[in-house]
């Protein structure tokens, strides 16, 4: 049986969770998630509690069952608070603006990169250097923020780049002027 499987899920106030045809829904006050589950794995709902059971012993089972857990769990908490990731541009004279629902990038291209907005995201640009991505999907969420990462990676020798916030990026020495060598 699978640890992180057998916990229950603890729902809160003005969040429902329904399981029918092999489709879990969740309700909140932020939206509603679905979510098929796959395998003999079934879903109860006890008061204001979530129990996943596995209906056999197989290793796929076993090995599903801590998965679909912890997918439930942030559907959970992404229907009743949300999820965030901030990211922050580096560089000189980098910044990022949202124009409607696109993210307009200046990072160092010869041209602005715009991102669209995708459905389900909340883009913000609190400064020019930062970056916010929010939304109820978990998944989605850091998904979109590794595409924007991903637009211009952290370089290792200035540092320039996207990163996530309070990212480390590892500074490599750059060339020596060669004094000494023969």
Do not use: C
């Not at 929010?134 to 850091?142: A, F, M, P």
């Amino acid at each position: 049986m699978s640890r992180i499987g057998k916990k229950s899920i603890e729902v809160p106030a003005g969040v429902s969770v329904a399981f029918e045809n092999g489709v879990v829904t969740v309700k909140g006050p932020k939206g509603t998630l679905t979510r098929e589950v796959k395998g003999n794995i079934d879903v109860k709902t006890e008061g204001t509690t979530v129990q996943l059971v596995a209906l056999d012993e197989l290793k796929e089972t076993n090995a599903r069952h801590g998965l679909y857990r912890a997918l439930v769990a942030d559907m959970v908490k992404g229907v009743s608070e949300g999820f965030e990731k901030k990211l922050e541009v580096k560089g000189v004279g980098w910044k990022a603006a949202m124009q409607g629902n696109k993210l307009v990038l200046n990072v160092g291209f010869s041209h602005p990169v715009e991102f669209v907005q995708p459905e389900g995201i909340k883009i913000e640009t609190p400064t020019q250097t930062d970056i916010s991505v929010s939304g109820i999907d978990k998944v989605l969420v850091g998904q979109v923020a590794a595409d924007l990462r991903a637009i211009r990676i952290p370089e290792p020798y200035h540092g320039y780049g996207i990163r996530y916030k309070g990212e480390h990026v590892e500074h490599k020495e750059g060339k020596t002027s060669g004094k000494g060598k023969k």
